[in-house]
């Protein structure tokens, strides 16, 4: 049956699309009420932006002892905080050897011509990992990414490795510069290897999570167009920004973060980012953290494991819901499954 043209006539949908605006929903494609030209034009996003942005900032303010007052200061400054020597040498090598022994569900996603491979660290993947294990148990990082997130609870842990060049195809859309959403979010990378610029490193705009005047005045243009102007990101709510763009919010060049194995890395990708142009063929393996709390809510969230393992389990059902799907189309899911071998094998 063809898709109804007009979304409007779906009036069952419209309590979803409206209570939806007090959650982290960003597409303007998907829900005809953060894409209305109109209603943006009369500030609804951009009242999002001004909302979501001083409750972030109240909780940021409520776990301020979670971090060292020079990391958030680096955080809030530039978007970002390098946190070098996080890890020594040799527990980088003993969690990459662990890695390497690694049996069970492992997933990866093509993006253009790249390929993002995934372990999710759950209770199963830990099992026979100490060292892996110990390092998602620790506090000393547990709470430096709860202050990233502005959030008591627990983010989701993966070891990812970025595969550029996997396949033939066109450039990996992450390599623009983009900003994930409309409001403050975590992202951190801790690397497992050494990070030179030939691997496309994690590149920033530093400074660029401010909202300045500039940034306003072009979140609020890009609001009454994304809907329709589509890029195949921007009108999904992760806004690409074009060198030209960049320079007329004032913004200085990126900046690629090339570290040494066993820095961590925690990001607003609320700010300008994305990855480095990197040489096809290389590969870049990390310790991978996310979390995206609602950014509407101002309380800070449940610092319990339990629902770390409950978020987990609820991922795992939702990728095999998808596998089977995907199957039954004959086709894939997008997080689909791959050996653990095609992911593991970075020191062949
Ligand atoms: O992998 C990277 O360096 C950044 C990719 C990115 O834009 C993201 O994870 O949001
Ligand atoms: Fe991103």
């Known amino acids: 049956m063809p898709k109804p043209k007009y979304r409007i006539i779906k009036f069952w949908m419209w309590p979803i699309w409206i209570l939806a605006l007090l959650t982290t929903a960003k597409s303007f494609k998907d829900n005809p009420v953060i894409g209305a030209k109109l209603l943006n034009r009369l500030g609804l996003h951009i009242s999002?932006?001004?909302?979501?942005?001083?409750?972030?900032?109240?909780?940021?303010?409520?776990?301020?002892?979670?971090?060292?007052?020079?990391?958030?200061?680096?955080?809030?400054?530039?978007?970002?905080v390098i946190i070098p020597d996080f890890l020594d040498t040799s527990v980088v090598q003993a969690i990459r050897e662990e890695i390497k022994t690694h049996a069970r569900e492992t997933r990866a996603m093509t993006q253009g011509n790249t390929d993002t491979q995934?372990?999710?660290?759950?209770?199963?993947?830990?099992?026979?990992?100490?060292m892996l294990k110990n390092l998602c148990y620790s506090n000393a990082l547990i709470n430096a990414l709860r202050y990233g997130a502005a959030t008591f609870s627990i983010p989701l842990l993966y070891v990812q490795r970025i595969r550029n060049g996997f396949h033939a195809g066109k450039?990996?859309?992450?390599?623009?510069?983009?900003?994930?959403?409309?409001?403050?979010?975590?992202?951190?990378?801790?690397?497992?290897?050494?990070?030179?610029?030939?691997?496309?490193?994690?590149?920033?705009?530093?400074?660029?999570?401010?909202?300045?005047?500039?940034?306003?005045?072009?979140?609020?243009?890009?609001?009454?167009?994304?809907?329709?102007?589509?890029?195949?990101?921007?009108?999904?709510g992760s806004f690409r920004a074009s060198a030209e763009d960049l320079k007329a919010m004032g913004l200085p060049d990126s900046t690629g973060v090339c570290v040494?194995?066993?820095?961590?890395?925690?990001?607003?990708?609320?700010?300008?980012?994305?990855?480095?142009?990197?040489?096809?063929?290389?590969?870049?393996?990390?310790?991978?953290?996310?979390?995206?709390?609602?950014?509407?809510?101002?309380?800070?969230?449940?610092?319990?494991?339990?629902?770390?393992?409950?978020?987990?389990?609820?991922?795992?059902?939702?990728?095999?819901?998808?596998?089977?799907?995907?199957?039954?189309?004959?086709?894939?899911?997008?997080?689909?499954?791959?050996?653990?071998?095609?992911?593991?094998?970075?020191?062949?």
């Open 260 to 348: 040494s194995a066993g820095t961590l890395v925690i990001a607003n990708t609320n700010g300008f980012h994305g990855r480095g142009m990197a040489e096809s063929g290389s590969s870049r393996l990390e310790i991978w953290a996310y979390n995206r709390p609602n950014p509407f809510n101002p309380f800070p969230g449940l610092p319990f494991r339990f629902v770390a393992h409950l978020k987990n389990h609820a991922l795992k059902t939702f990728w095999r819901r998808k596998d089977k799907v995907a199957k039954h189309k004959g086709s894939k899911s997008s997080w689909h499954l791959i050996k653990a071998s095609e992911m593991t094998d970075f020191d062949a």
């Open 48 to 80: 999002r932006v001004f909302i979501a942005r001083g409750i972030t900032w109240l909780r940021w303010w409520l776990l301020s002892p979670l971090l060292k007052r020079s990391y958030r200061k680096d955080f809030h400054t530039n978007g970002f």
């Open 118 to 130: 995934r372990i999710l660290l759950d209770t199963s993947a830990l099992h026979g990992k100490p």
């Open 171 to 236: 450039q990996d859309p992450q390599k623009t510069m983009h900003a994930d959403t409309f409001h403050p979010t975590m992202k951190a990378w801790l690397f497992l290897e050494d990070v030179t610029p030939e691997k496309g490193p994690f590149t920033y705009v530093p400074g660029s999570q401010r909202l300045t005047t500039k940034r306003i005045k072009w979140e609020y243009q890009r609001s009454c167009s994304a809907a329709s102007n589509p890029d195949g990101y921007s009108e999904k």
